[in-house]
T-cell receptor, first 110, second 112 residues
Framework: SQTIHQWPATLVQPVGSPLSLECTVEGTSNPNLYWYRQAAGRGLQLLFY??????ISSEVPQNLSASRPQDRQFILSSKKLLLSDSGFYLCAWSTGSAQYFGPGTRLTVL | SQELEQSPQSLIVQEGKNLTINCTSSKTLYGLYWYKQKYGEGLIFLMMLQKGGEEKSHEKITAKLDEKKQQSSLHITASQPSHAGIYLCGADIYSGNTPLVFGKGTRLSVIA
């Protein structure tokens, strides 16, 4: 069966520090991968999605970036965090219609 | 503008009561997906609806897709504390290999 992992589960970082969140999927091949941010009262905001290795589509221009170095690995990064980057980050995968989500990473930027 | 509207935004019901959550799209629905989220956790996939008039049930949760109205409803019968959480609908409105769009969610509280 397929599983999706996110690391770390929680993170507290100072403003201006770098960020790296990792998402890995097991049990499937060539999935579409997604990064979402969920802020209180604002629903799910799609940040990036990828249909293959090295292929990244950016939905919202900001100081975040994403990379897909391997088929089942998706990384969300930032060189300098802003206060507004705080939120709950969710990774998801799909191979057809439904998307399946990871457990999330709660990021607090102080 | 929001492509997918959910109502109500929040709901408090007494244990044992029935409830309905609605999800309305401003565009044609090629697929509608319901998820449940507990605070601080990921989204759990509940059901997928793809055909007009389709209805699916899982335990005490039933979801229907009214394709003509571009709307879906989620109905919970005899609510229990375990039903509490945030319910989100996601929709395929571009009919292709594209990400789903999501509503803002409905927060459900079930009180004894």
């Amino acid at each position: 069966s397929q599983t999706i992992h996110q690391w770390p589960a929680t993170l507290v970082q100072p403003v201006g520090s770098p960020l790296s969140l990792e998402c890995t999927v097991e049990g499937t091949s060539n999935p579409n991968l997604y990064w979402y941010r969920q802020a209180a009262g604002r629903g799910l905001q799609l940040l990036f999605y990828s249909v293959g290795i090295g292929q990244i589509s950016s939905e919202v221009p900001q100081n975040l970036s994403a990379s897909r170095p391997q088929d089942r690995q998706f990384i969300l990064s930032s060189k300098k965090l802003l206060l507004s980057d705080s939120g709950f980050y969710l990774c998801a995968w799909s191979t057809g219609s439904a998307q399946y989500f990871g457990p999330g990473t709660r990021l607090t930027v102080l | 503008s929001q492509e997918l509207e959910q109502s109500p935004q929040s709901l408090i019901v007494q244990e044992g009561k029935n409830l309905t959550i609605n999800c309305t799209s401003s565009k044609t629905l090629y697929g509608l997906y319901w998820y449940k989220q507990k605070y601080g956790e990921g989204l759990i996939f509940l059901m997928m609806l793809q055909k007009g008039g389709e209805e699916k049930s899982h335990e005490k949760i039933t979801a229907k897709l009214d394709e003509k109205k571009q709307q879906s409803s989620l109905h919970i019968t005899a609510s229990q504390p375990s039903h509490a959480g945030i319910y989100l609908c996601g929709a395929d409105i571009y009919s292709g290999n594209t990400p789903l769009v999501f509503g803002k969610g409905t927060r459900l509280s079930v009180i004894a």
